[in-house]
């Protein structure tokens, strides 16, 4: 995928890069491809054209001395668009879905679990389970337009947000302005609940509208929560994205596709006593292997050594324990 590399290749040697970068968790755009260029459906409309889409913002840290187009530095930020139409279907027959499976948050392909809802310190949400930024990935629920991110006096070429904001063959780049953006409830499982910072409920019923604001200025956190004692399991919510501003004759931007958001109530947390062998070793063991038998007499196999904790030139490890592995040794090969 061109994601102007060519020219971030020079931003970098200027030494143009940002020292902190200011990306959120997503951004509300506009698909600009028509026609598509690649792939099954190549040639045809793009359903997606001058449609409203929820992206997600994949982001790296910047790794200094890594070459421009390595796998751990922002010169790949990119991103992943969720509220998205799709095409499926033979290509004789092409049915336009508003919605596909990857239109999931946290997205199926990570395999990752729903977000956890838990207890906050926020006043207003006192007593109540809620969605709030963690280790989770995908947790970052600031939502801004790509508009935020084209800001070239702020964000010089070769900064982390202009590689987002030029990512996809720079095919998000079309401004929001002019549109008035409402997020539209489609569903949601009972007991979920759709709040903001400054108020518990903003979307109730599916058809119920919030008003983002004027395009290119969105700058929302949505707040996902339910009541303390609300039973374990998962809950959803299913969104799009409305231009309402038809003042005056303007045509509106499309229509987002339908996207999903994940949550759960998680069990209380149960804590177990592993039995474990803790090993003291020296630090460095260069040379040597550890290795395992059930007794002296052997077999003797290969034992990965884990991450331990270390005291000066020794440390310790923690191997679980059980029959197959009662005595350790360390040997030169």
């Known amino acids: 995928m061109n994601r102007k590399l060519i020219p971030l290749v020079a931003a970098l040697a200027a030494g143009l890069t940002a020292a902190t970068a200011e990306t959120v968790g997503f951004y509300i755009g506009l698909d600009s491809r028509n026609p598509l260029a690649s792939g099954v459906y190549a040639g045809r409309n793009n359903p997606n054209f001058n449609r409203l889409t929820f992206l997600y913002a994949h982001t790296y840290e910047y790794v200094p001395g890594l070459a421009p187009a390595g796998a751990n530095t922002f010169a790949v930020n990119h991103y992943h668009p969720i509220g998205a139409y799709t095409l499926t279907g033979p290509t004789n027959a092409v049915v336009i879905n508003p919605t596909s499976s990857n239109n999931r948050i946290p997205e199926i392909s990570s395999k990752q679990p729903p977000f956890t809802l838990a207890p906050t310190t926020n006043a207003l949400y006192a007593g109540k389970l809620v969605h709030s930024r963690s280790d989770e990935h995908y947790s970052d629920m600031r939502w801004r337009a790509t508009d935020d991110l084209n800001q070239p006096s702020k964000y010089g070429p070769g900064s982390p947000e202009w590689v987002l904001f030029y990512s996809s063959a720079g095919t998000r780049t079309n401004s929001l302005a002019g549109g008035i953006i409402a997020l539209e409830l489609v569903t949601k499982t009972e007991g979920l609940n759709i709040g903001s910072g400054q108020t518990l409920r903003i979307l109730t019923n599916p058809g119920d509208r919030f008003s983002l604001g004027v395009g290119p200025a ?22 799009k994205l409305v231009d309402t501003n038809t003042e005056g004759g303007r045509t509106a931007f499309l229509e987002s596709g339908i996207f999903h958001l994940d949550f759960k109530v998680a069990p209380a947390p149960a804590l177990a006593i592993a039995p474990a062998v803790h090993l003291t070793l020296p630090l460095v063991t260069a040379g040597y292997v550890l290795e395992g038998a059930p007794s002296l007499e052997g077999p003797w196999t290969p034992v990965k050594l884990p991450l331990g904790t270390h005291s000066g030139d020794q440390q310790t490890v923690a191997l679980p324990a059980g029959p197959a592995v009662q005595v350790f040794r360390m040997r030169k090969p």
Do not use: H, M
């Open 218 to 239: 969105i700058n929302f956190s949505p707040v996902f929560w339910v009541e303390g004692d609300a039973a374990v399991g998962t809950y959803s919510a299913s969104f």
